[in-house]
């Protein structure tokens, strides 16, 4: 074995110090900002992983109940969800509903089609949109102008249709579903424009989804501290 000088050390020491700070400096190292992203992002992760093990847990707690017949639980399909739409469509509204200064005229939403049900309990349907004797009053809009009133009518008495998606979540405290509902895209049959399609998105969304609506469970069910499911063809609550 040979030994190294001290002076020798002393230069590796130094060679090392160097190699040190320009790797900070070139961000090959990780600095105080990027170690508290880092942390973040693992915290984020970890909250995912946590998530995503609850939603198998529950998973896994429909398929016991289905296989033995035993626990508590509800469950929706697309069918019976279309069945309990029928109830309020066709829907009609007034245009001034959605635009009080802005809109006259009636308008409509036909019964839903499309029914899908998606992870972290979503489901999204699509509804047709008519109208009749639309009114469009574009006074006072900078830039606005008489055939700009006269696109808006046509594209909206044209009709189209509209994409909702609705969120759920339980409230358990007081025993009932939270639904919150967002039209997330809308297509019209002419004049098919982003103005268009945002002006009625943002109306439809005040006029019908600024608020949440609530579904009353079963009280054995409610009592059973539940948890939400979706699966490709249902909707399901089911107890502990």
Not at 88 to 100: C, E, N, Q, T
Not at 154 to 179: H, N, P, S, T
Not at 183 to 194: A, E, F, G, S
Request: charged share 30%; hydrophobic share 35%; with cysteine.
């Amino acid at each position: 074995m040979h030994n190294i000088s001290s002076e020798s050390e002393k230069e590796m020491m130094r060679l090392g110090t160097v190699f040190a700070v320009s790797l900070v400096l070139s961000g090959c190292a990780p600095g105080l900002a990027s170690l508290q992203s880092r942390k973040a992002e693992v915290k984020s992760i970890e909250k995912s992983i946590s998530q995503a093990k609850a939603r198998l847990d529950v998973h896994d707690r429909y398929i016991r109940a289905l296989q033995t017949g035993e626990g508590q639980w509800i469950a929706l399909s697309a069918a019976e969800i279309l069945d309990a739409m029928k109830q309020y469509a066709p829907y009609r509204f007034k245009g001034s509903d959605l635009s009080k200064k802005r809109l006259k005229g009636t308008l409509w939403f036909t019964q839903p089609s499309r029914v899908t049900f998606h992870p972290d309990n979503r489901v999204t349907y699509r509804t047709k949109l008519g109208a009749k004797k639309i009114e469009v009053n574009l006074k006072g809009v900078f830039g606005a102008s008489q055939s700009d009133a006269r696109k808006i009518k046509d594209a909206i008495e044209g009709g189209g249709y509209a994409d909702i998606e609705v969120r759920a979540r339980i409230d358990r405290k007081k025993g009932e579903v939270l639904l919150f509902g967002h039209c997330y895209d809308v297509k019209l049959n002419r004049h098919d424009t982003r103005d268009h399609r945002k002006y009625l998105k943002d109306g439809i969304n005040s006029k019908f989804f600024k608020y949440g609506k609530r579904i009353p469970l079963p009280k054995n069910i409610a009592a059973a501290r539940p948890h939400l499911l979706s699966t490709p063809h249902h909707f399901v609550v089911i107890g502990r």
